[in-house]
Antibody
Framework: QVQLLESGGGVVQPGRSLRLSCAAS????????MHWVRQAPGKGLEWVAV????????FYADSVRGRFTISRDNSKNTLYLQMNSLRAEDTAVYFC?????????WGQGTMVTVSS | DIQMTQSPSSLSASVGDRVTITCRAT??????LAWYQQKPGKVPKLLIY???TLHSGVPSRFSGSGSGTDFTLTISSLQPEDVATYYC??????????FGQGTKVEIK
C-alpha cells in the first residue's frame, strides 16, 4: 500500500549529527517532490526542506539552512535528511511527506531529541 | 518569504455550533492553500486542498473558501470528534511550504 516510513531518530548530543531516512512504497516516488516537516513537543508544524523529484533543486527553512541537507536515492525509493550541528531547538518529531498535498501521503514520524 | 497568519489560536464552542478559522497570507497565493486536522500524537490529516476542494472521505460539514490572501475553514456543525488542532498550509509546486500557527478547537 501507499506508505512512507521514517527511521533514524533518537537521542543525540548537541553539536552532533544524525541522518533520517524515509522509505517510500506504493506510489511513484521518483516522480514526487518530497518534504521534511517537523513538530517540536507541544508546538505547531514547521516546514524544514523540500527536494524536487529528480534531486535537481532543494530548498530549506532559514532555521536549518547550512546545517541540514536533504537528498534522495530514487533507485532505493528513499529520502534522507542529514542533520549536522544539532541544537536543542531541533528536538522534534520529523515527518516526510509528498509534495502534492492532494496526495495526502505522510510518514508516521520519527522523534529526534537533542540533549546532553 | 510569504507568511501565513492563522486565527484564532484557540476557540471553544458547543456541539452543533458553526466554527470559522481564518488564514491570511502576506502575498497572494492564488488557491494554493490546504487545511489539516491534527489530533495529539497523530499525523496531520488533510481536510481541504486547493482552498475549497474537500478531500476524499472528509465529512461535508468541513468546507473551505477564499483565494488570494484570505482563506477560511468552516465547520458547519461542530462534533465532539472535531476536537483537534487545525493548520493551514501554503504550498507551491515543489517549493517551500508555510504552515499557519494552528488553531486548537475544544468543546465548551
Amino acid at each position: 500500500q501507499v506508505q512512507l516510513l521514517e527511521s533514524g531518530g533518537g537521542v543525540v548530543q548537541p553539536g552532533r549529527s544524525l541522518r533520517l531516512s524515509c522509505a517510500a512504497s506504493g506510489f511513484s516516488f521518483s516522480n514526487s517532490g518530497m518534504h521534511w516537516v517537523r513538530q517540536a513537543p507541544g508546538k505547531g508544524l514547521e516546514w524544514v526542506a523540500v527536494i524536487w523529484y529528480d534531486g535537481s533543486n532543494k530548498f530549506y527553512a532559514d532555521s536549518v539552512r547550512g546545517r541540514f541537507t536533504i537528498s534522495r536515492d530514487n533507485s532505493k525509493n528513499t529520502l534522507y535528511l542529514q542533520m549536522n550541528s544539532l541544537r536543542a531547538e531541533d528536538t522534534a518529531v520529523y515527518f516526510c511527506a509528498t509534495d502534492n498535498p492532494r496526495d495526502d501521503i505522510w510518514g508516521q514520524g520519527t522523534m529526534v531529541t537533542v540533549s546532553s | 518569504d510569504i507568511q501565513m497568519t492563522q486565527s484564532p489560536s484557540s476557540l471553544s464552542a458547543s456541539v452543533g455550533d458553526r466554527v470559522t478559522i481564518t488564514c491570511r497570507a502576506t502575498q497572494g497565493i492564488s488557491n494554493y492553500l490546504a487545511w489539516y486536522q491534527q489530533k495529539p500524537g497523530k499525523v496531520p490529516k488533510l481536510l481541504i486542498y486547493a482552498a475549497s476542494t474537500l478531500h476524499s472521505g472528509v465529512p461535508s460539514r468541513f468546507s473551505g473558501s477564499g483565494s488570494g490572501t484570505d482563506f477560511t475553514l468552516t465547520i458547519s456543525s461542530l462534533q465532539p470528534e472535531d476536537v483537534a488542532t487545525y493548520y493551514c498550509l501554503k504550498y507551491n509546486s515543489a517549493l517551500s511550504w508555510t504552515f499557519g500557527q494552528g488553531t486548537k478547537v475544544e468543546i465548551k
